[in-house]
């Protein structure tokens, strides 16, 4: 069992009262972390606010020199993080290592692309004023919060901490409680580093205890949630700064409009929606179609579904238990309104405790839940719409507004239909992904507030300031 111990002001504290991350796939202890109170929250902020001026007075390749220390440890013990993602979350060991290195991908992405961040320098020539010259560069915000969710637990920490923490900025961050191992592991490794004191602070606890406090703080300058969309409404309503980036659910559908590549269009589906169990804010959530591709396309989908491995992550089973019960009874819920509304099952609908089969439902209406609400698991919905037009009235008509996908041979009508879809991204003849992290990832609606991507967040963590010469 991991006793953790986190990182504030420099230094490796932990506390007498703990919280106890579960094992999703044996519901045993596999770690304990500290559990903050409201003067341990306030401490981490008073020690990145003490420690902001002078790491953003360092000059920035002294930054990525240090930063860099870290990113080597995180490297040098990949194998040990790997193993906590697959025992707190139930990621498959494979698929929590490719984390892992891709994480550090984007660490050396983002401080190269940092170093290309070069200053405005303007005239007021073209304005008819002739004796002014400005400079504006992108400067530090100061201190900001980070929140990460548990499905990436350091891809989606990292993303966040890297960008902010090139640029000059102080953090404090707080790991989902579900990813709170891996966050104390990741504060660990900076301690190592020597990562200046109060330059990154990790705090851990329930969020339902120390939520207020970490948002409300007067030390806090900008905010980055990724998690649910309840949260982070709250996180809009009460935060003391409105500069909130928001990354939240979605409700991303698989149009698709011919079947001239029905296996290939299958292979994209089915990675799409059932990766990490479903369990992705870009997995797709409901494949939209006519009757007659329809009629071809489930008994594909359920013969590759049918092949998906279920089992547990040390067996890098394509299926694993969902983070905990509480999760698993939602989707089961979703299922069962489906089914009693005249949905058909076609496969799946098998659980045990929190492990449920991978399951595809044919004939779900908009009269049923599944047809609107994000299950965060792996069920597919397909839904049966002959009229083109009302396709798109029905992708739209969600509340959320993340990603789709289209699927036809014909590039021109794709074109057309993507363009009216309402969401952040569209991908024509590919699954909804996030990826590659070079590329802005928005969301509109209830999806989120502000794009991220490397080049997005290194604009979203640092703000323009001018220095205007006269003469």
């Given at each position: 069992?991991?006793?953790?111990?986190?990182?504030?002001n420099?230094?490796?504290i932990?506390?007498?009262?703990?919280?106890?991350?579960?094992?999703?796939?044996?519901f045993?202890?596999?770690?304990?972390?500290?559990?903050?109170?409201?003067?341990?929250?306030?401490?981490?902020?008073?020690?990145?606010?003490?420690?902001?001026?002078?790491?953003?007075?360092?000059?920035?390749?002294?930054?990525?020199?240090?930063?860099?220390?870290?990113?080597?440890?995180?490297?040098?013990?990949?194998?040990?993080?790997?193993?906590?993602?697959?025992?707190?979350?139930?990621?498959?060991?494979?698929?929590?290592l490719?984390?892992?290195?891709?994480?550090?991908?984007?660490?050396?992405?983002?401080?190269?692309?940092?170093?290309?961040?070069?200053?405005?320098?303007?005239?007021?020539?073209?304005?008819?004023?002739?004796?002014?010259?400005?400079?504006?560069?992108?400067?530090?915000?100061?201190?900001?919060?980070?929140?990460?969710?548990?499905?990436?637990?350091?891809?989606?920490?990292?993303?966040?901490?890297?960008?902010?923490?090139?640029?000059?900025?102080?953090?404090?961050?707080?790991?989902?409680?579900?990813?709170?191992?891996?966050?104390?592991?990741?504060?660990?490794?900076a301690?190592?580093?020597?990562?200046?004191?109060?330059?990154?602070?990790?705090?851990?606890?329930?969020?339902?205890?120390?939520?207020?406090?970490?948002?409300?703080?007067?030390?806090?300058?900008?905010?980055?949630?990724?998690g649910?969309?309840?949260?982070?409404?709250?996180?809009?309503k009460?935060?003391?700064?409105?500069?909130?980036?928001?990354?939240?659910?979605?409700?991303?559908?698989?149009?698709?409009?011919?079947?001239?590549?029905?296996?290939?269009?299958?292979?994209?589906?089915?990675?799409?929606?059932?990766s990490?169990?479903?369990?992705?804010?870009?997995?797709?959530?409901?494949?939209?179609?006519?009757?007659?591709?329809?009629?071809?396309?489930?008994?594909?989908?359920?013969?590759?579904?049918?092949?998906?491995?279920?089992?547990?992550?040390?067996?890098?089973?394509?299926?694993?238990?969902?983070?905990?019960?509480?999760?698993?009874?939602?989707?089961?819920?979703?299922?069962?309104?489906?089914?009693?509304?005249?949905?058909?099952?076609?496969?799946?609908?098998?659980?045990?405790?929190?492990?449920?089969?991978?399951?595809?439902?044919?004939?779900?209406?908009?009269?049923?839940?599944?047809?609107?609400?994000?299950?965060?698991?792996?069920?597919?919905?397909?839904?049966?719409?002959?009229?083109?037009e009302?396709?798109?009235?029905?992708?739209?008509?969600?509340?959320?507004?993340?990603?789709?996908?289209?699927?036809?041979?014909?590039?021109?009508?794709?074109?057309?239909?993507?363009?009216k879809?309402?969401?952040g991204?569209?991908?024509?003849?590919?699954?909804s992904?996030?990826?590659?992290?070079?590329?802005?990832?928005?969301?509109?609606?209830?999806?989120?507030?502000?794009?991220?991507?490397?080049?997005?967040?290194l604009?979203?963590?640092?703000?323009?300031?001018?220095?205007?010469?006269?003469?």
């Open positions: 069992m991991y006793k953790m111990k986190i990182l504030i420099g230094e490796m932990q506390t007498d009262e703990v919280v106890e991350i579960l094992n999703p796939a044996t045993e202890v596999a770690g304990v972390v500290p559990a903050l109170k409201a003067n341990d929250i306030n401490n981490a902020y008073l020690a990145a606010r003490n420690a902001q001026k002078n790491w953003e007075n360092l000059q920035i390749l002294e930054r990525i020199k240090i930063l860099n220390r870290w990113r080597d440890l995180i490297l040098a013990n990949k194998e040990e993080l790997a193993t906590i993602i697959m025992t707190e979350v139930a990621k498959a060991y494979k698929d929590a490719s984390e892992v290195e891709r994480t550090v991908e984007y660490m050396d992405y983002t401080f190269q692309e940092a170093m290309r961040l070069e200053p405005l320098a303007l005239t007021g020539a073209g304005m008819g004023v002739k004796n002014k010259y400005g400079i504006f560069e992108r400067v530090a915000k100061g201190v900001g919060l980070a929140i990460s969710p548990f499905n990436y637990p350091i891809n989606l920490a990292l993303s966040k901490i890297a960008p902010a923490l090139v640029m000059g900025n102080t953090l404090v961050f707080k790991p989902a409680t579900a990813g709170s191992l891996i966050g104390a592991k990741l504060s660990e490794l301690h190592q580093a020597q990562i200046p004191a109060g330059v990154l602070n990790v705090v851990t606890g329930r969020g339902r205890d120390i939520g207020d406090d970490l948002t409300n703080n007067v030390q806090l300058n900008f905010i980055s949630f990724t649910s969309t309840e949260i982070g409404h709250r996180i809009l009460n935060a003391s700064t409105k500069d909130i980036v928001l990354e939240l659910g979605g409700k991303d559908p698989a149009i698709v409009l011919d079947d001239l590549k029905l296996e290939m269009y299958a292979k994209e589906i089915i990675s799409g929606a059932f990490y169990s479903g369990q992705r804010c870009t997995a797709i959530k409901r494949v939209i179609t006519t009757d007659a591709i329809a009629d071809k396309l489930v008994s594909i989908l359920k013969d590759k579904i049918e092949k998906l491995k279920v089992g547990l992550p040390m067996d890098n089973a394509d299926i694993t238990p969902l983070i905990d019960q509480g999760s698993a009874d939602f989707v089961l819920k979703l299922i069962d309104d489906a089914k009693t509304k005249g949905a058909q099952i076609v496969t799946g609908d098998k659980h045990e405790k929190n492990l449920i089969w991978p399951t595809l439902i044919d004939h779900v209406t908009t009269k049923m839940d599944l047809a609107w609400i994000e299950p965060f698991g792996p069920v597919l919905p397909i839904i049966r719409i002959n009229d083109m009302e396709m798109i009235k029905i992708a739209n008509a969600s509340n959320y507004g993340l990603q789709a996908s289209i699927y036809s041979q014909d590039l021109n009508q794709a074109l057309h239909v993507a363009k879809i309402e969401t991204t569209v991908n024509i003849n590919g699954k992904q996030r990826g590659p992290d070079s590329f802005p990832f928005i969301g509109i609606k209830d999806s989120g507030v502000g794009t991220q991507g490397i080049g997005e967040t604009l979203s963590v640092t703000r323009l300031k001018g220095i205007v010469i006269n003469y």
